[in-house]
Structures are given as structure tokens and as C-alpha cells.
């Protein structure tokens, strides 16, 4: 939720910047909120790429192997 208004100040932010210098000093929120923002949509992701295999023979159509899963 942090993330998300930390992006949403910086896409304010950029309207009122007028010269490169401040586009620049914007950079540093913008990164750290991207980076958040990034990190948990993979997290997420994964789960639900865990939850669909444990409910589906299969994924993208093809078998999936899951004796071999189960060995390894």
C-alpha cells in the first residue's frame, strides 16, 4: 500500500518538474517504489503458479511430471 502512494507521489511529482535535475532526484522514489512494487507482484505470482499445479494435471498443456517432482 506504502509503495503504491510512493509511486502515485512520483507520478505527481513528475508533472511539476521542470528541469532535469529535479526528473532526476524523482529517480530515487521512483526505484525503490518500482523495485517494491516488482517484488511482491513476483511473490505473488509464484504462489498462485504453486497453487495451480497442486489443482491441475497440467499447465500450458502439457503433462506435468509428477512422479519425478515427487523424487526429486
Not at 24 to 46: D, E, G, H, K, R
Request: proline share 7%; no cysteine; glycine share 2%.
Amino acid at each position: 500500500m506504502l509503495n503504491g502512494a510512493l509511486y502515485a507521489a512520483y507520478l505527481v511529482a513528475m508533472v511539476f518538474a521542470r528541469t532535469p535535475a529535479q526528473v532526476l532526484w524523482l529517480q530515487i522514489p521512483n526505484a525503490v517504489a518500482t523495485a517494491a512494487l516488482v517484488s511482491l507482484t513476483i511473490s505473488v505470482m509464484q504462489d498462485t503458479i504453486k497453487v495451480s499445479l497442486r489443482s491441475r494435471p497440467r499447465l500450458f498443456g502439457f503433462p506435468v511430471p509428477w512422479e519425478e517432482i515427487r523424487q526429486a
